[in-house]
């Protein structure tokens, strides 16, 4: 099993759809995890933090869920510049992981 | 701030050549860490340096070979490439490494642009 896996889509949605990934962990140990974004051809940057408690940001919700080691990213009215490809991050222990990412395209 | 920057930015070997990627930071990070990304992989680990005078091996460390120059920079060099080296080559960095305390800022990585390097 991979130690952080996504589903790679691509998710095909319409502007002001909803849109939701999940990320699976396999440390049980892991407290810190993060979302980065990163669009094509250019380096990934941080998306948001995704704590215990959830996280709000704006359309942007993470949740994580340690029962069933996941986590969640949550994407409300999307725009066409949301486009990009996720990817969930795990920085338990003294490893950082980063999930092989999902690929989102929203169309007009 | 320029954050962390990478030269070059595209770079042709042949098989056997040698060559070394340069990273900086200017955010005063300890760590720093080079990644190669492949189609349907992910970013994948290859050498990190966890604080200065010190580096790692990461998950693919094979034909690479790292310096920690200083506290800003971070080289990556291959000493023999191949064409399974192919790939696009990110640099990070980061205040910290470990999440003994689970502080977010201090884990959160930063990017360079990345060296799309292809060797023929």
């Known amino acids: 099993r991979k130690e952080v896996e996504q589903d790679p889509g691509p998710f095909n949605v319409p502007e002001g759809a909803t849109v939701a990934f999940n990320c699976t962990y396999s440390?049980?140990?892991?407290?810190?995890f993060f979302w980065y974004r990163q669009d094509c051809r250019k380096e990934p940057k941080l998306l948001m933090s995704?704590?215990?408690s959830g996280n709000e940001d704006g359309r942007f919700t993470a949740q994580l869920n340690r029962a069933s080691q996941y986590i969640s990213l949550l994407i409300r009215d999307s725009k066409l510049s949301d486009s990009a490809t996720y990817l969930c991050?795990?920085?338990?222990?003294?490893?950082?992981?980063f999930g092989a990412g999902t690929r989102l395209f929203v169309k007009a | 701030n320029a954050g962390v920057t990478q030269t070059p930015k595209f770079q042709v070997l042949k098989t056997g050549q040698s060559m070394t990627l340069q990273c900086a930071q200017d955010?005063?990070?300890?760590?720093m860490y080079w990644y190669r990304q492949d189609p349907g992989m992910g970013l994948r680990l290859i050498y990190y340096?966890?604080?200065?005078?010190?580096?790692d091996k990461g998950e693919v460390p094979n034909g690479y070979n790292v310096s920690r120059l200083n506290k800003r920079e971070f080289s990556l060099r291959l000493e023999s490439a191949a064409p399974s080296q192919t790939s696009v080559y990110f640099c990070?960095?980061?205040?910290?490494?470990?999440?003994?305390?689970?502080?977010?800022?201090?884990?959160?990585?930063?990017f360079g642009p990345g060296t799309r390097l292809t060797v023929l």
């Open positions: 990070a960095s980061s205040y910290s490494r470990t999440s003994g305390s689970a502080d977010a800022g201090t884990l959160t990585q930063y």
């Open positions: 440390n049980s140990a892991s407290q810190s």
């Open positions: 995704v704590y215990s």
């Open positions: 991050v795990d920085t338990g222990g003294f490893k950082t992981i």
């Open positions: 955010m005063n990070h300890n760590s």
């Open positions: 340096s966890a604080s200065e005078g010190t580096t």
